[in-house]
């Protein structure tokens, strides 16, 4: 696999993925990898995914870092960050992309407070504790990125807890990219729309795939890869006087005015 190098280098630069191990997270931490940065990756389980993709890390030459918890416990993600800084030295860019999506279509009038107060608590809660931290820790001129949605945007019946999870997230960065503009740290948010991800692969098929597919200009549902690729973006150089912003990752099917 060649390496994305040049003006979108991210040499001697150290990136730390939550949500790292599949899916959007595992296509970030590739695609930094090749464009120079050393990684570490977030999970909560899928220690195999984990180490698959720290594999290639290596095999592209960088270091590669791995950490397993909760990240919706403080002291947690006090860990994460210290095993991070030790590993590595340092961290430069955060890339926030944790979250669950819960599949099932409840009307906010028969969502348990249960459902609403998990969802929250990792989409949100957990974010925001990522997000302090690296607050506290990014270097000078660093790269603070969260992934949203862009149901945050739109709406989404039946997931009223989600959009208001991501919703909540766009303001937050909204605000930190003033807090932190001074010390040279951009903060923005990636806002994708529907992704062929294992989170998908049994909702985003039949009917619904069709209906997805025709709210979409560009006529495909997302990769990864095509995430992945605006945050690499936002890291580099060429991101370095863009902050505050949702961009929109979603083949047109959400145009803010």
């Known amino acids: 696999m060649s390496r994305a190098g040049g003006i979108l280098g991210l040499e001697g630069r150290r990136a730390l993925i939550t949500g790292g191990s599949r899916g959007v997270g595992r296509a970030v ?34 270091r590669g870092w791995a950490f397993a918890g909760d990240l919706n416990h403080p002291p947690s993600v006090a860990r994460l960050f210290d095993g991070f800084e030790e590993a590595l030295g340092g961290v430069d860019i955060v890339v926030g992309n944790h979250g669950i999506w819960p599949p099932e279509d409840i009307p906010l009038a028969e969502m348990e407070l ?26 000078a001129h660093g790269r603070l990125i969260v992934v949203t949605s862009t149901a945050a945007q739109r709406g989404e019946a039946g997931h009223g807890d989600y959009a208001a999870s991501k919703g909540a997230l766009n303001s937050l960065v909204k605000g930190l990219a003033e807090e932190l503009g001074p010390r040279g740290i951009t903060v923005n948010a990636v806002a994708p729309g529907w992704i062929d991800t294992e989170m998908t692969e049994d909702v985003l098929v039949g009917d619904l795939r069709e209906r997805a597919l025709a709210r979409i200009p560009l006529g495909r549902i997302a990769t990864p890869e095509d995430v992945a690729g605006p945050i690499l973006f936002l890291a580099s150089q060429l991101g370095r006087h863009v902050t505050g912003e949702v961009l929109n990752v979603n083949g047109g099917a959400v145009r803010p005015g």
């Open 114 to 139: 249960d459902q609403w107060r998990r969802t929250l608590g990792i989409n949100l809660d957990a974010m925001f504790l990522v997000c302090r931290e690296a607050a506290r820790r990014l270097s």
């Open 29 to 62: 931490a590739r695609l930094l990898a090749r464009a120079g940065a050393d990684v570490g990756v977030a999970y909560r389980s899928r220690e195999a995914e984990a180490r698959s993709i720290l594999n290639e890390v290596q095999e592209l030459g960088r």
